[in-house]
């Protein structure tokens, strides 16, 4: 049931909005590599801690 919400808020942004998202992932892609493993560092460990504090 996981899996199936996040595929679906997911979705929102490039269904809703192309041309934008669309933008965002070329900024995104222009980014440094230490700069995203960061970014993807801080997501995991929000995911972690809020998963904690739901069970």
């Known amino acids: 049931?996981?899996?199936?919400?996040?595929?679906i808020v997911e979705g929102i942004?490039?269904?809703l909005f192309a041309?934008?998202?669309?933008?965002?992932l070329q900024?995104?892609?222009?980014?440094?590599?230490?700069?995203?493993?960061?970014m993807g560092?801080?997501?995991v460990t929000i995911g972690v801690v809020s998963l904690i504090f739901l069970l």
């Open 41 to 43: 560092g801080i997501l």
């Open 27 to 38: 900024q995104i892609s222009q980014q440094p590599v230490t700069q995203l493993r960061t």
């Open 1 to 7: 049931m996981a899996i199936a919400i996040v595929l």
């Open 13 to 15: 942004g490039p269904m």
């Open 19 to 24: 041309n934008k998202w669309q933008h965002f």
